[in-house]
Every structure is written in C-alpha cells, then in structure tokens.
C-alpha cells in the first residue's frame, strides 16, 4: 500500500457549522453537570402545560358557541371542572415520581403493574402525543404571531416549521443551554398573564368591565345546548391537562435528590398554572369575549383579553410577544421526553438502538431530530389548523395518564406500603376521572379526527413488538456460541481485475502483503482487454494465480462464479475490490457506483467477504510495479462479544498480520466490565485494547489508533468490520449504522483496508472446524 497523506487537525465545513450551530461536544463524565436544578426544569419540562391555558378556554368556547352565545354561562363551571381534573391528576403524578425516580412515566408504570401489553400501549400513546405536543405548540405560536401581524396569515404553516427547526437546534445544544434559554420567556408569560388577569380584574371591580371588540359579534346557534355538547366542551377544556405527564418521564434530568425536586416542581407548576386558567376563563366571561372558527385564526381569547385590558398599545404586544414564545417553546417539552422515553425503549429493546446514543452535547440526538421531522410532516400536512390538530391531541395524554393511574393502584396493592391506602385512594381518584374523560374524549372527537390515533396506537404497539421481537431472535443467534475463538480460519481471495491501473497494483500490493495461500483473480473488465491484461497480469503477480476470464460479468454471473470457486466449502471467500476514489463522498458514490453495486450484493452472498481496496487522491499513485508493504496489521472494532464479533477475529486471524487487536471504545465503564468478563470467557486469543472515547465521537479514537500505525510508511492496516445481514430489508434500519460511519470515516483514510466480515441472521455461518457448543 502506497504511502498517503494524512489530513490532521483540519475541521470540515460540516464539522465548523455544527459546533457553531450546537456547540462544542460535552465529555460522558460531564452529564451529572448537565442536570437541571428547578428554577430550569420547571421552563424545560411546565412549558407545555403552562402554555396550555393560553388555548384550553378558547378550545371550549369554540364548542359551546355552536348552541349560541347563551350557552356560555356553562363556561365556569366546566373551567373548574377541569381545574380539579388538573389538581388531581398533579397530585397522583407526584406519586409516581416519587415511586419511579428513575423516569419512564406511564410506560414503566403501566408495564411494571400492568404488563407488556398495557406498557406499550402508554409508551405509543404517549409518542404520539409528543409529537401533536409540539406540532400543536408551534401552530398556536404561529397564530399567536398573525393575530399581532394580521398580514402573516398566508405563511402560517411555514412560520410553524420554522419554529420547529429553531426549538429543534436549541436543543440539540443540551437541556441545561434550552433551559436558559427558555427560562425568560416562561417566566416572562406568567408574569404578563398574572399581569393581565389582575388589571382585568381591577378594570372590572372599578368600573363596568370594558367590553372586547367581539361582545356583540352575531353567533348563530346550529346546535341545541345537550349533555354531548357540554361533554365534548369539557373535553376540549381538558387540553390544559397536556403536559403534567412531562415531569414523570423526565426525573432523571433533575438534580439530586431527583424525585424531591421532580415532585416539587411539579406542585409548583400546579400553582401556577390553575389560577391562570380559572383567570383567563373568567375574564372571558365577564369581558363578553367571543369566537369562532373564523375568528380563531386570526385573534386568540388570549389576545382579546389583551387587547381590550390594555386598549392595545404596548402592553398588549408584550403580551402577544410571550404568548408566541410560550406556545412555540411549550413544544421544548416534547423534545426532552420523547427523545427521553425512546432512548428507555431502545434499551428494552423495543425500539432502534440509535435512540439511545447521545449526541454531541449529551442528550439523545437521534430522537430530536426523528421528533422534528415527523411533528413538521404533521403540520404541514393539516395546514396548520389548530383546532383540529387538538382533536388528535388529548387522546394520549388521557390514554397515558389513566394508565399511569391504574398502573399506581395496583403497585400500591400489590407491595401495600405504609400508608398505602391514602396513597392508592389518590391514584383512584385520579384513575376514575381520568378514564371518564378518556370515554368522552373517544365519544366526542371520534369522528372528528381520534379515530386517527385510535387506529395509530394499535399500529405503533405492533411496530415496537416487532422491532423486540427482531433483537430477541437475534440475540438468541448472537448468543448461540456456535464459533470457537481457536478456529483456524481459511480464506480464499478473489481480486476483481477490471484493468491494471494504479487501483489494481495498490490490491497486488496488499496481496502480497497478506500473503494469500489460496488466490483465483478474476477479469470484470472489456472483453477486447483480456489477453492484455493477464499477459501484464503474469508478468507483476505470478504467485497469485492465473486471471479467470468474466468479460463483462454483472453481478449474476460474479456471484455463480464466486459459489463455484467456494464449492461449498466452509471458508471464508474474500472478493478483493480494488477502486479508485476521486473527490469527495458524493463523488466516490456516483463515480465508483459500479463498485458499489457490486460489494452491497456480495454481502449478501454466504461465506463471502467483501475487502475494500481503495486508492484515495492522498496517495501517491503505483509507478506500475506493485509495492510489498512491510507490516500488516489487523484491528476489529468490537462492541460486544458474540458470534459475530468471533467470526470477525478468525477472519482477522486468517489474514496472518503481523499484529492484530481488537479495540473497544470506552463509552459506559459498565459496558466496558462486562464485554472484558465476555472476551476471556469466549477465550479469544487477540488482545483487546480499550480506547477512551470520551465525546462519544468514535472517528478520532479509530483514526488515532489506526495511524499510530500508519505514521510508518511500509505498513497497512486491516479493519476488520462484523456486519449483520438481516432477513428482511426494514431490519438494515436497526443495525450496522457505526459499522456504516467507520466505512465512510475510512473510505478516505491512507494505508487502510476494510473487510466486511458479513454475519448472516438467516442463516448463520460456521467455518469448517469450529467447535459447536452445547446452548
């Protein structure tokens, strides 16, 4: 292998924008700093709910207003209905807070007390519910926006998406940066709206109540004044409940003592958020504030009762200015719980693994992002409408909080603690209310657009059971113990020779490198080349075999070729695929997207190992005569031990290298024990090097190892990669990703060779000579 260039302490365009956009990366051991103490969890986690009294009135105005403007006497007392709701349902969650400091909310409540089944039915509820959170919260910020700038009513949805891109890289920046950030303006709206309310009121005890610009609007009443029609108010008002459940998901996030400050924080938002409610309700009672479908997209109740307080003016676009932000940053709670509850799943193995990676600033990255798309798509593809984005909105909340509740009695129940019938009594409570409202809720908004999560529950419970029942079939094929670590690896090598271009000399170099027993080259190129290419050919690589003529061959007739050449062997057959990269990544795909066609479909191929060849522009190009490198050394990215990871190493073996280790990026000192206690047992004979990964970041604890070998310019490095073929194409989504970072890391990187060492979940392999284990 020639030698090469390498292109250290630059940062790539990519790689500058993000930190400027994200910040620098947080070391692992800089978590426990990231932890928020009250005065920040209560904007990060209490945004949503707090926001939720800035429409929770309106939503049930709009109800009563279709029997007319004399139906609105009932406004009071459905406003403390839900204010009791909301009274108990804080006090039941802080409960479970305290019972469960460890986070999850309903889906470990509802699991560990109600089984599997009851657990992932919160835990997709709940999801769901997330992503209306913030589709919802940003559409009310939208609106809150265009009722103080009437003529940016035409671009409601796209001032939604982007209220969706910027809470999106706010957090992506850390909880405790979204905190800070989110602190003044939640405390700014509760402080305007405790302003407004008590002006208004002053206003109104003085002197007559001013009357808003609505009072005398004409309401024609299409409806009579039924129970159905109170109940389907009462449940619209129920909106102000959204968020309480925030709290329990994310204990974890509090300072220590986390449950004491969770509980607390969670009884302080209660006081809050109650008075404004009755507040707001009130005055829109007494102020004659109306609205109506029409009305609503344009000016809020909120806004009225601004606007007709203060008689306009400055007060009232301070108002309008923390209402927006309020509504747009109430979907902050989303963005911490949903990534939260999906990297919980992930680790019960319900969903993806990546969701448990933490990014660059220590929170989970991956279900940010996957939030965001999904909750724009949705705004989007409702317009922006408020009102009927909430009809999809309350269902899983009340799903998620009654199964929480149930999930509480029957832990009181079953462990029967001290004072465990005071404490059960509250969570029955809760449990009853909250499930009535639940029947209402179905009952009222069923047609109106809750058949959708009706139907999307069910859909995304079967979706997680699948993904478990993916990673239990394969833990079981991991896990077998079919491969021996002493096992004699044998390896046949097959070089595609399309030419003898630099590319091609580069693979001869590393042939001779590795020093192949068994070697059946094979001529891809122009038919009209071939006897001038295996003339050359025996000339500069006599030892490697003569050149098998496949003119032309797609990838059919490779892969006849290939199981001809095993024979149904039990070895290990390694395509040797020599190309050359020019420019950059988007470049290599689509110059060299031949070669890539051609390695995908070989990895799909029993026994078959694709070893990628590539001569990078960094290096210099071979005279013509192939070079014979000194050293060979071979390592193996491991990050459990497992049949996989054993078929890598006497792959990695078979190579006979001069040196050959496997490396192991020190993330969790846990995972580090337990894959060190699973090495020695497995008894793999190949040292296993720990390399401190600090950022998460895996690139420059890789490229550092590789080139504290590669800085000498006769040697070549192996990396030796296990890959897992999944039996159907969805299941690609739940492995390999790291194994796809290191291959795009190191497509680039001089002196390196990667072989893919494929592990197929179909049908697993077991080279000839290994030791079967009884398991």
């Given amino acids: ?219 024609e009443a299409t409806r009579s004044l039924s129970l159905f029609l109170v109940l389907r108010a009462f449940s619209s008002g129920a909106t102000a409940l959204t968020g309480v459940e925030a709290i329990a998901d994310g204990v974890q996030a509090f300072r220590r003592p986390q449950a004491r400050n969770a509980a607390a924080t969670l009884a302080v938002m209660g006081a809050m958020s109650i008075p404004m409610f009755l507040g707001i309700s009130f005055l829109t009672r007494a102020l004659g504030v109306r609205i109506t479908e029409e009305v609503a997209g344009a000016k809020s109740v909120l806004a009225q009762i601004g606007e007709t307080v203060f008689s306009g003016g400055a007060m009232f676009l301070v108002l309008q200015l923390f209402t927006a932000l309020i509504l747009i940053l109430a979907a902050n709670t989303a963005y911490q719980d949903f990534p939260r509850l999906s990297s919980i799943l992930a680790g019960d193995r319900f969903m993806p693994s990546q969701f448990r990676n933490r990014g660059n600033r220590l929170v989970f990255s991956n279900g940010i992002v996957v939030l965001s798309l999904l909750a724009a798509l949705l705004v989007q593809l409702f317009d922006g409408n408020l009102t009927r984005l909430i009809q999809l909105y309350v269902v899983g909340v009340f799903t998620a909080i009654t199964l929480s509740q149930a999930g509480m009695i029957r832990r009181w129940f079953r462990l029967r603690l001290p004072n465990w019938q005071r404490q059960a009594a509250i969570n029955v409570v809760g449990a009853s209310v909250t499930g009535l409202v639940l029947i209402i809720v179905l009952v009222t908004r069923f047609t109106l657009g809750a058949w959708m999560v009706v139907v999307a529950v069910p859909w995304v419970v079967a979706a997680l059971f699948s993904v478990h029942r993916h990673y239990e079939r394969v833990a079981v094929l991991l896990r077998a113990g079919n491969l021996a670590a002493h096992t004699e690896g044998r390896s046949t090598f097959v070089p595609l020779v399309n030419d003898l271009g630099p590319q091609t000399i580069d693979a001869i170099s590393y042939l001779r490198a590795i020093r192949p027993e068994r070697c059946h080259p094979l001529f891809v190129g122009h038919a009209e080349r071939f006897d001038e290419v295996r003339a050359s050919w025996r000339q500069i690589a006599p030892r490697l075999g003569d050149l098998t003529d496949l003119s032309g061959a797609g990838v059919g007739t490779l892969k006849k ?97 001069t040196s050959i280790e496997a490396i192991c990026f020190q993330i969790d000192p846990r995972e580090t024990e337990s894959l060190s206690r699973d090495w020695h047992e497995r008894e793999l004979d190949v040292t296993l090097v720990f390399v401190e990964a600090p950022f998460r970041d895996l690139g420059p604890p890789l490229l550092a190892e590789i080139r504290r070998h590669t800085e000498h310019a006769d040697t070549i490095v192996t990396v030796v990669l296990p890959e897992m073929i999944p039996r159907h194409w969805w299941e690609n989504l739940l492995h390999n990703q790291t194994g796809l970072f290191f291959k795009r890391l190191l497509l680039f990187e001089p002196q390196v060779v990667l072989a893919s060492v494929p592990f197929h979940l179909r049908e697993p392999e077991v080279p000839q000579g290994s030791v079967v284990r009884a398991g």
């Fill in 1 to 219: 292998m020639t030698q090469g260039i390498h292109a250290e302490g630059k940062t790539s365009a990519v790689g500058f924008v993000k930190r400027l956009m994200v910040g620098r990366s947080l070391a692992s051991d800089k978590a426990e700093h990231q932890l928020l103490p009250k005065v920040l969890a209560l904007p990060v986690f209490a945004s949503d709910q707090l926001s939720s009294v800035a429409y929770a009135t309106e939503e049930m105005m709009l109800v009563l207003l279709l029997a007319g403007a004399a139906s609105l006497w009932m406004l009071t007392p459905l406003a403390i209905g839900v204010a009791l709701l909301l009274a108990i349902v804080i006090v039941s969650y802080r409960q479970t807070v305290r019972a469960y400091p460890r986070g999850g909310g309903s889906y470990i409540v509802a699991r560990e007390n109600l089984g599997t089944i009851a657990g992932l039915t919160a835990a997709a509820a709940i999801l769901i519910s997330y992503v209306l959170t913030v589709s919802v919260s940003v559409t009310a910020g939208a609106i809150a926006v265009t009722s103080a700038v009437p003529d940016l009513v035409d671009q409601k949805v796209l001032l939604a998406i982007s209220f969706v891109g910027l809470i999106t890289v706010a957090n992506l920046r850390g909880a405790k940066e979204a905190g800070k950030l989110f602190a003044i303006p939640t405390y700014g709206f509760v402080a305007i709206v405790g302003f407004t309310l008590f002006w208004g009121l002053v206003r109104c005890l003085g002197s007559e109540c001013p009357e808003a610009a609505t009072a005398d609007a004409p309401i």
């Fill in 561 to 657: 070729e290939l199981r001809r050449i095993r024979g149904g062997r039990e070895e290990f057959l390694a395509v040797i695929v020599p190309e050359r990269i020019r420019g950059g990544l988007l470049a290599g795909l689509v110059l060299g997207r031949r070669w890539l066609l051609v390695k995908t479909a070989l990895l799909f191929e029993p026994g078959t190992v694709v070893v990628d060849v590539p001569l990078i522009p960094s290096e210099r190009a071979p005279t013509g005569v192939p070079l014979e490198p000194a050293r060979s050394v071979v390592i193996i990215p491991v990050s459990s031990v497992h049949d996989a990871t054993v078929r890598a190493v006497i792959f990695g073996k078979s190579l006979h290298p």
